[in-house]
């Protein structure tokens, strides 16, 4: 392969938008990595938020990859949320992948071709270029169109301080101008190999444009100097995005899709080798991210070997796992580990665990949560929800924040009162009175066997063999 294309295009950032954790700022630790109690909307969980800090602060120095961690606790511990905390200290220039286990399974692709994909996604390619760019305050656009409008040409004209230069406009030309609605009193710049345009603001000249403009617009000072000039550009791209837009079947349009398919094996070779060569010519440094996989315990024991091996190569991000599993089933096997997770797999993790929440972090991040949805808590509302959350779990009482700001809405009022808790208490049941439910009216429900309740939901033979830690291998 004589070239390979890293996008020109702006790189494709795929933020994660979960409702559920969007008060998650970053783990809100001090410069000491010492936790704060309550900052940037987390709360309590110390050690574990400690423990996240330190492992970011080895990503971002590059001392962590191909390294994994396991993020163990009980449900509504926020084993999630710091995984966000996470990817929020992380920057954007350091790939974060979110998967959950159960998404291996069923994407339109093998297993391990998933997994692949997702290391890949989490491995950025710092790329140094040096580019071509014209820079200048545009001061007149004129276009042409032919009569039947299928051909347009036109005339730019651009300026610094210093001179003015009118270029010819093509096809291609004119569509972006018109995709950035760039207008006279632009500042851009033009990528003279991609022919991207990029808008830098308006010029400090036309700031009595103002009213009209809107208060987001950027003013920005017209350039001095040459208009044409060399720029170093620094741009990351994941592993993956270049197998994507270098994979002849698919092209970059796949990454706006999200429709890869499977991306031959080959090609990643190819990738590989030129990405080395980058490295070599300094050209390139490679970014391993982070790989976060919800859910652990939902991979099967084709995925954990895959996990085991792919760890161990040269291009491997971290790798962070969570479970809420105690000792249960490894999915594919008839054996008992702790967390579902093989043995050799086990072996080579970092354990941070996730402790319930005592009331007062409780009642904080309810609290915190409230402001995010809006909703307005009388003080005793939230002392009963506190109690609910408790209880039951945090995540119930943190939905049912939602739901009784709606009764309090039904009634007209602004904030939510005792009585709307209340009534939505009695209209959504948690899970321990939906358990004690079912075993009330076992006979009315079809069920695979007459154990509720348990924290496996896979079943597994009575007397199935249990493997310790001190088992050297599961397979034996
Ligand atoms: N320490 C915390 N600070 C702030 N919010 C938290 C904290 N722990 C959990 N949450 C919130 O509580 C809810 C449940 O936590 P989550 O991270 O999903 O639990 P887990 O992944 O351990 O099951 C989420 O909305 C999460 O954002
Ligand atoms: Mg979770």
Not at 95 to 113: D, I, Q, R
Not at 161 to 166: A, P, V
Not at 433 to 459: I, N, P, W
Request: aromatic fraction near 4%; charged fraction near 30%; glycine fraction near 8%.
């Amino acid at each position: 392969m004589a070239q390979i294309t890293t996008s020109t295009e702006n790189t494709i950032q795929t933020l994660e938008r979960i409702g559920s954790h969007s008060h998650v700022k970053g783990l809100g630790l001090d410069e000491r990595l010492e936790p704060r109690q309550n900052a940037q909307g987390m709360v309590g969980q110390k050690s574990a938020r400690k423990a996240a800090g330190v492992i970011v602060k080895m990503v971002q120095e590059g001392k962590i990859a191909g390294r994994a961690i396991l993020m163990a606790g009980p449900p509504s511990t926020g084993k999630t949320a710091i995984a966000m905390g996470m990817a929020q200290t992380l920057g954007s220039d350091v790939p974060f992948t979110m998967l959950s286990a159960s998404e291996v399974f069923s994407l339109e692709m093998s297993k391990t071709e998933a997994l692949t994909q997702a290391f890949r996604r989490s491995i950025g390619v710092r790329i140094r270029e040096e580019a071509e760019v014209v820079e200048g305050e545009v001061v007149e656009i004129q276009i042409d169109r032919s009569l039947t409008g299928a051909t347009k040409t036109g005339k730019l004209t651009v300026k610094t301080t210093d001179m003015e230069t009118i270029y010819e406009l093509g096809n291609k030309m004119i569509d972006s101008l018109q995709k950035e609605k760039v207008t006279a009193g632009d500042v851009i710049a033009i990528d003279k190999a991609s022919g991207r345009i990029t808008k830098l603001g308006r010029s400090f000249t036309r700031a009595r444009d103002y009213d009209a403009m809107g208060s987001d617009t950027k003013f920005v000072q017209c350039p001095e100097g040459e208009l044409q000039r060399r720029k170093d550009v620094v741009h990351t791209v994941s592993l993956h995005e270049i197998d994507v837009i270098n994979s002849r079947t698919q092209g970059f349009l796949a990454l706006f899709a999200g429709d890869t398919g499977e991306i031959k094996p080959e090609l990643r070779d190819q990738i590989n080798t030129k990405v080395g060569e980058w490295r070599e010519e300094g050209k390139a440094d490679i970014v391993p991210g982070v790989l976060f996989i919800d859910e652990v315990h939902m991979l099967d024991i084709e995925c954990f070997s895959f996990l085991n091996r792919a760890l161990e190569s040269e291009l491997a991000p971290l790798v962070i796992m969570a479970s809420n599993r105690g000792i249960t089933r490894i999915r594919g096997t008839r054996f008992r580990s702790p967390h579902g997770l093989p043995i050799d797999l086990l072996d080579r993790v970092l354990i941070v665990s996730t402790k319930p929440y005592e009331q007062e972090d409780i009642k904080e991040i309810l609290q915190i949560r409230a402001q995010e949805e809006e909703v307005t808590l009388k003080p005793e509302a939230l002392e009963v929800l506190t109690r609910m959350g408790a209880e039951t779990s945090l995540r119930y009482a943190i939905n049912l924040i939602t739901t009784a700001s709606l009764a309090a809405k039904r009634r007209k009022a602004d904030a939510v009162e005792v009585a709307d808790v209340r009534r939505v208490y009695n209209l959504f049941v948690d899970e321990k009175r939906s358990v004690q439910y079912l075993r009330e009216h076992a006979e009315q429900f079809m069920s695979e066997t007459d154990d509720f309740g348990g924290k496996e939901v896979d079943g597994l033979a009575p007397g199935a063999p249990v493997v310790g830690i001190s088992h050297t291998s599961i397979l034996a």
